[in-house]
Each structure stands twice: as structure tokens, then as C-alpha cells.
């Protein structure tokens, strides 16, 4: 029993020290999105989008904020499936999610039981499917 205090200590600890690590990592996604948006060739730059997001998109849980992990997800679906990277429409979906990622961190906007994000990362999703059943 004593271990389990422990470990639950331990992981409270670290839980504090998640937001700095989420914050990281949308600034990393923040950089990544200014590469792109400034890119002559858009189409070679949106693979550091498409890192930083899948970074996300697998570590967002972890650090206590799935529905931005969610938002993340559905933007590396969104650039695995696009057929043309420097469309202008790319642009804005990668800038849309980018931005939306940083207002649920500045939220606190953790998980589904905060209806803004939650409607927020749903619409991401629509526009997304929209696009993708017009281009394919």
C-alpha cells in the first residue's frame, strides 16, 4: 500500500510540471505552424507541422489535455490525407487548429466536459471531413 502512496505522490508531483511540458509543446507547434505559414514551398515545410502535431497528438493525454490531443490528431489526419499541402485552404485549417490548441492551454481546457473546446475541436473535425470528402 505504501508503494501505491508512493507512486501516487510521485505522479502528483509530476502532474504539476504537465502544463509547462503542454505549454512546450504547443510553442514547439506554434513555431512549426510560422515555418509553414512563411514557407516558399509549403509542401516541404508542413512535414515539422505534422511532427509537432503527432507529438502532440500522442503525449497530450498524458500530460492531462486529450481534447488537445484530440485537435491535434485530427489536424495530422487532416495533412496525412490532404493531397496538396500548398493550398492556400491548408493554410488556414493549420493556423485554425494551431490557435485553437492554444486558447484550450490557456483555457484549462483539459478534456470533453469543457463544452467550448468540445465544440470547438467537433467543428475542427467537420471542416476537416468537408474538405477531405471534396479533394478526394
Known amino acids: 500500500m505504501k508503494a501505491v502512496q508512493r507512486a501516487e505522490q510521485a505522479l502528483s508531483l509530476l502532474s504539476e510540471q504537465f502544463s509547462d511540458w503542454m505549454e512546450a509543446e504547443v510553442a514547439s507547434l506554434e513555431t512549426a505552424r510560422d515555418t509553414f505559414l512563411a514557407a516558399n514551398d509549403r509542401a516541404s515545410a508542413v512535414a515539422d507541422v505534422f511532427r509537432s502535431a503527432h507529438d502532440m497528438k500522442g503525449q497530450g493525454e498524458t500530460f492531462g489535455f486529450p481534447i488537445a490531443a484530440r485537435a491535434a490528431a485530427n489536424l495530422t489526419q487532416f495533412l496525412e490525407q490532404i493531397d496538396d499541402a500548398s493550398a492556400p485552404v ?12 492554444r486558447a484550450m492551454l490557456a483555457e484549462d481546457a483539459r478534456d470533453e466536459s469543457h463544452p467550448i473546446a468540445l465544440k470547438l475541436v467537433g467543428e475542427l473535425e467537420k471542416v476537416c471531413n468537408d474538405l477531405l470528402s471534396k479533394s478526394g
Do not use: F, M, N, P
Open 90 to 101: 491548408v493554410a488556414i485549417v493549420v493556423d485554425e487548429h494551431v490557435k485553437a490548441i
